[in-house]
């Protein structure tokens, strides 16, 4: 076994909806699914969401749940991708709120790049953490409560954070290791 997939039976939910920075969604599922992890796309309703590349919209992904029929105990670890538009849409979907807030209550790894610690920020999670994120929401992370540091990755407890596409080898990583680390998969 010594060769096995770090994150073999590893489940893994991403969290995203029309908007998502499309680097920010598809090399966390790349990464995440060569080291051996399940991964799934839950959002808002059951129909592809397109991403924004850059400076206009981007591919399409397929979405395989919707937000609200996906459960914590199914799912080792939360990731949620940022741009500017997607996080904005799913901090008002109390759904999606509820379920950041199962993860984290479940000491199970939450993960949010870019502008996605905003829904950290509306899940009541920043209080008192270390954090980073886009440089354009630093106030608004700093103001609900949270130590902003301005690092690639920065892990503090069960929860992690980057600030930018350019962050994704560190953030990926730092998902991989805490899901290697972590102990039971989910069922």
Known sequence: MANASPLSSRRILIMATN???????????????????DVDVASIEMAEITGWDKDDWGDDVEVHLKIADAKVDDYDALVLPGGQINPDLLRVDKNAIALIQAFAEAGKPVAAICHAPWLLIEAGLAKGRSMTSYKSIRTDVANAGADVVDEA????????????????PAFCDAIVEALAENRVPAE
Request: aromatic share 2%.
């Open 19 to 37: 908007g998502f920075e499309q680097s920010e969604l598809e090399v966390p599922l790349e990464r995440l699914s060569e080291a051996g992890a």
């Open 153 to 168: 990755v920065v892990l503090d407890g069960n929860i992690i954070t980057s600030r930018c596409p350019d962050d994704l």
